[in-house]
């Protein structure tokens, strides 16, 4: 199969003061076209930082090594112009919270219209048509009103769906959202699910799901990657993760669902600051060995499609 | 329903200016001296003034009823145009006020304006460049002007310019050529908060969502900027531009002192040396009507810039 986006040994690392953050170190995975992969793993764990490092949209205090490659274009060594042609056009992006992503002043019609034009090259009154069919496609009952609407002035669903409006101006091949269902209630989380999914069934994109929700990224993803302490721990396809999860985090997880009966996993993240030489998650694994400790393990197959970074499976 | 928040705070506006008329009165006729008293010591000199004397002055003067029957013929007199008339030029107060307001409305607009474009222009370009030389520059300036005392300024400013290279008048009034060199010195001193404001407003905004949001959505740097950023950092710049001007429409008395000035300011400072009551209180309480006005333009603009605070005030009806 051919692959759409692949990263290739993708480190972020931030400045600051008490240290070097290394938020993600050497991610590798793959995205095909028609796939969508869910990056899953607790707050904190750098997933939010490789979303935006692959669109470069973090702070100048972000160092990204490696290779972004996208539709066989490294976004990484690209200059401030080409980026900028990839944002919005090929690849969208729908962030955290979409009561801080809308600017707050302007209206939901200018700031749509504005994205439609800067996708494709439209004319006021075609971007403004345009604006007003895909408002429709995602299900709002009046467009026009909507487009003369504040931010403050929708619920957050419907926010969303505004956002994912803007997303999908350019017909994008790829999508990228982060934490699109953090900080919701289970109302809107559902609401948001369905624009997500209308969103993929509309334009037939691929993308990268950012969540710390495991049962979100499992009705929406059909390949999962685990990060834990900025280091993907286990890849491969959902249903067979879910079924038989093989690194001990992500068996600590599921024990920790609800429904599973709320085991909460002992301990906490290492600091991205000083990591231990051995398996970052030892400290808080069951079945840690001495040499867990010492020896940083590497990624190994387990199976077919399926990866795990643990000494368990040797 | 567009018009009830304009009409609301115009309600607003006629409720201060009535408090204000009262508090204004009420001040003065608390205050230390009796007018009547202190007239005819100044025509006749202390030895003539007798109780009976006084008393019978300050019945012709309308000096002798209770608080509020004084207060409510000011008040009629006040709506009528009429201020009463100064005991020192014998001009009414009205026209005294505005023989000297053009000068003092000027200084404050040309110093106003000096400051907007200073501290916002400075402001912009710090935030845009920040930790860059401009940026360091720019914060060791707005330091500096923020702690040399404005009187300082100006008379450093004088010295200079009019004293020693002579661009400027020194004491008698050319109209906007004497202008300049106050206006300057309050549009130096007056700048800091402004860049200050624009340039933590600008870095404030950076990191919010929706700056990553329009860049994700490819748009570049100058159209963030301008069509996104410039409109959320309005607001506490016309917050700040309202009370430059209000505190410089007062006449800047100390400035307009130093640069012999004949505005507002320094007329009202006279008029208190000699206790010229009627001058007073008519300045005191139009300078108070100014201030006014300006504080509900600017809660219009409030309005017309941000629809939050639109919102805000349907929510409290």
């Known amino acids: ?314 | 329903m567009k018009a009830l928040p304009v009409i609301k705070k115009t309600a607003v506006a006629i409720l201060t200016a009535l408090f204000v008329s009262f508090l204004t009165y009420g001040l003065l006729y608390i205050s230390p001296g009796d007018p009547a008293e202190l007239l005819l010591t100044e025509k006749m000199g202390s030895m003539g003034v007798q109780k009976e004397v006084v008393q019978r002055y300050a019945e012709q003067l309308g000096l002798n009823k209770g608080f509020l029957a004084m207060y409510k013929d000011w008040f009629v007199d006040m709506l009528h145009g009429d201020l009463g008339t100064s005991y020192k030029t014998g001009n009414p107060v009205l026209s005294d006020f505005l023989s000297r307001l053009g000068c003092s409305a000027q200084l404050a607009l040309l110093s106003t304006s000096i400051s907007l474009v200073l501290g916002v222009g400075l402001g912009l370009l710090s935030a845009r460049k920040r930790n860059g030389v401009i940026d360091r520059v720019t914060r060791f300036f707005s330091a500096i002007s923020l702690s040399v005392p404005s009187f300082w300024l100006a008379i450093l400013f004088l010295w200079v310019f009019a004293m020693k290279l002579g661009w400027f008048p020194i004491a008698d009034y050319q109209g906007i050529k004497s202008l300049i060199l106050p206006a300057v010195v309050m549009g130096v001193t007056g700048c800091a908060s402004l860049i200050r404001v624009t340039r933590s407003g600008v870095l404030d905004n950076l990191s919010e969502g929706y700056v990553v949001t329009a860049r994700a959505r490819g748009l570049n740097d100058r159209q963030v900027f301008v069509g996104h950023i410039l409109k959320n950092v309005l607001l506490p710049v016309v917050t700040m531009v309202t009370s430059n001007l209000i505190a410089h429409v007062g006449g800047s008395v100390i400035i307009e002192n130093i640069f012999s000035l004949p505005g507002v300011g320094n007329f009202l400072l006279r008029a208190l040396r000699s206790k010229d009551f009627p001058v007073i209180l008519g300045f005191v309480f139009l300078m108070g009507m100014i201030v006014v006005v300006l504080t509900t333009i600017a809660d219009l603009l409030y309005l017309a810039i941000d629809p939050r605070v639109r919102q805000g005030m349907y929510e409290k009806k």
Request: charged fraction near 20%; hydrophobic fraction near 40%.
């Open chain 1, 1 to 314: 199969m051919e692959e759409l986006l692949k990263l290739d040994h993708v480190s972020t690392a931030f400045q600051s003061r008490s240290g070097l953050v290394k938020a993600v170190c050497d991610v590798n995975f793959t995205v095909s076209p028609g796939q969508i992969v869910g990056l899953v793993g607790e707050t904190g764990c750098g997933k939010s930082v490789l979303g935006q490092s692959i669109l470069r949209l973090l702070p100048p205090s972000a160092v990204t090594s490696g290779q972004i490659l996208f539709e066989g274009k490294d976004l990484a060594a690209m200059n401030e112009e080409e980026i900028r042609a990839v944002r919005g056009k090929r690849i969208a992006y729908i962030n955290q919270n979409p009561t801080e992503a809308l600017n707050p002043v302007l209206k939901i019609g200018t700031q749509l219209i504005e994205s439609l034009r800067v996708c494709g090259g439209l004319t006021k009154k075609e971007a403004k048509e345009h604006a007003l069919e895909i408002l429709a496609s995602l299900s709002f009952d009046d467009p026009a009103d909507i487009m003369k609407k504040y931010p403050m002035e929708l619920s957050g669903g419907m926010k969303q769906r505004a956002l994912t409006a803007m997303a999908m101006g350019g017909k994008p091949p790829f999508l990228i959202a982060d934490e699109p269902t953090k900080g919701l209630d289970a109302l809107i989380r559902g609401q948001v699910i369905q624009s997500l999914m209308k969103f993929v069934e509309l334009t037939g994109c691929s993308g990268l799901i950012i969540t710390h929700d495991l049962k979100f990224a499992s009705a929406m993803c059909d390949t999962l990657a685990l990060m834990y302490a900025g280091e993907i721990v286990e890849f491969g396809p959902t249903k067979k993760l879910f079924s038989a999860p093989k690194h001990p985090y992500l068996s600590g997880l599921m024990a920790s669902m609800p429904q599973n009966g709320m085991h909460v996993l002992k301990g906490s993240s290492c600091s991205l600051i000083d990591m231990p030489p051995g398996c970052r998650f030892a400290d808080r694994c069951d079945h840690a060995t001495e040499a867990c400790r010492a020896h940083h393990p590497e990624m190994r197959s387990v199976g077919e499609d399926r990866l795990v970074r643990c000494r368990l499976y040797d």
